[in-house]
């Protein structure tokens, strides 16, 4: 099926440092959701956006919704080890309604050395 | 608190029976559910949409007399695995949509043997 470019694939950082990641597509979506899934566990829900150009914050969290409605970026300020983890991007083509299917991203997996 | 409720979290059946998973809304009601199947190490992939009173809507690819899904009430929606065999072995999540926002369960770990 659909799925986002999500970007990088993987991230081992220093505990401390700042993390980028971000999601692109050819289509335009009205909906940008970011996830975090621990092993063996379902995705949560971290930042929801739904405007082009909104910059959407949850504690050290940080993410927004590209003004061309193509792209998507998280960033985490500040790592911890509990950030460990991997990380989905996750978009509703426009279009498509308000309770219609999600694509998914490839997921970038996160880890943290103390 | 947990917005959807999913049963049982890992379940090992032998080849050839069926197994059944649920999916709960816990605190609204949901005329659409969605499933999930994930592989190790990768993204989640849509199965099917559930529909409350009505049919599945079915992925491309996905057999839908292999993956059953019945959604007869407005909070419970469930997936039934039928004669498995070891290649249905995989990471199954449900989904619900409230608003426009998307909560996911906490999935079930399926090992077929």
């Known amino acids: 099926g659909q799925q986002l470019n999500q970007s990088p694939q993987s991230m081992f950082i220093q505990e401390g440092e700042d993390v980028s990641m971000n999601c692109t597509s050819s289509s335009i979506f009205n909906t940008w959701l970011w996830y975090k899934q621990d092993p063996g566990e379902g995705p949560v829900l971290l930042i929801a956006l739904y405007k082009a150009g909104e910059l959407t914050s949850n504690g050290r969290l940080t993410a927004q919704f590209g003004i061309t409605r193509k792209d998507s970026f998280l960033n985490i300020s500040a790592s911890i080890p509990s950030d460990v983890g991997i990380y989905f991007c996750?978009?509703?083509?426009?279009?498509?309604?308000?309770?219609?299917?999600?694509?998914f991203g490839q997921g970038t997996t996160l880890q943290v050395k103390p | 608190g947990a917005v959807v409720s999913q049963h049982p979290s890992r379940v090992i059946c032998k080849s050839g029976t069926s197994v059944k998973i649920e999916c709960r809304s816990l605190?609204?009601?949901?005329?659409?559910m969605f499933w999930y199947r994930q592989f190790p190490k990768q993204s989640l992939m849509l199965m099917a949409t559930?529909?409350?009173?009505?049919?599945?809507?079915?992925e491309q690819g996905v057999e839908k007399d292999k993956f059953l899904i019945n959604h007869a009430s407005l909070t419970l929606s469930t997936l039934t695995v039928t004669s498995a065999h070891p290649e249905d072995s995989s990471f199954y999540i449900c989904?619900?949509?409230?608003?426009?926002?998307?909560?996911f369960g906490q999935g079930t770990r399926l090992t077929v043997v």
């Open positions: 605190d609204f009601q949901a005329t659409t």
């Open positions: 559930s529909n409350e009173g009505s049919k599945a809507t079915y």
């Open positions: 989904s619900v949509r409230r608003r426009t926002e998307a909560f």
């Open positions: 996750a978009g509703q083509l426009a279009g498509s309604g308000n309770t219609g299917k999600l694509i």
